[in-house]
């Protein structure tokens, strides 16, 4: 069956860096916009970037804006997230998920359920 999985998650202190990865099997991401989520707990998963499925556009929340950047190789069906700068703030556990390129849009990017696949996701820390 289809699976997202990523890794690259870890401890880290603040400023540092992490690169996340993100690899898909059983379906090929090059038809498919890909969206990293982060989530703590008592709180709702949140965009942290997006990028279409072409890779010519990318988008990210405010917070992350200037530190992190997102990529991705179609070639071998992977994702990635370069986190630099890191915070204590941007502790949580990162997800990976895709949507057709046809159901991305600036208004429905930002929402889970828009998504159709996940992958189970990696435990960021950063201490201060």
């Known amino acids: 069956q289809v699976q997202v999985v990523e890794s690259g998650g870890g401890l880290v202190q603040a400023g540092g860096s992490l690169r996340l990865s993100c690899a898909a099997s059983?379906?090929?991401?090059?038809?498919?916009?890909m969206g990293w989520f982060r989530q703590t707990p008592g709180k709702e998963r949140e965009v942290v970037a997006a990028?279409?499925?072409?890779?010519?556009?990318?988008y990210y929340t405010d917070s992350v804006k200037g530190r992190f950047t997102i990529s991705r190789d179609n070639a071998k069906n992977m994702v990635y997230l370069q986190m630099s700068s890191l915070k204590p703030e941007d502790t949580a556990v990162y997800y990976c998920?895709?949507?057709?390129?046809?159901?991305?849009?600036?208004?429905?990017?930002?929402?889970?359920?828009?998504?159709?696949?996940w992958g189970q996701g990696t435990q960021v820390t950063v201490s201060s």
């Open positions: 990028i279409t499925w072409s890779g010519s556009n990318t």
């Open positions: 059983r379906f090929t991401i090059s038809v498919y916009a």
């Open positions: 998920a895709a949507v057709p390129g046809s159901r991305f849009t600036m208004m429905t990017m930002y929402r889970p359920d828009n998504y159709d696949y």
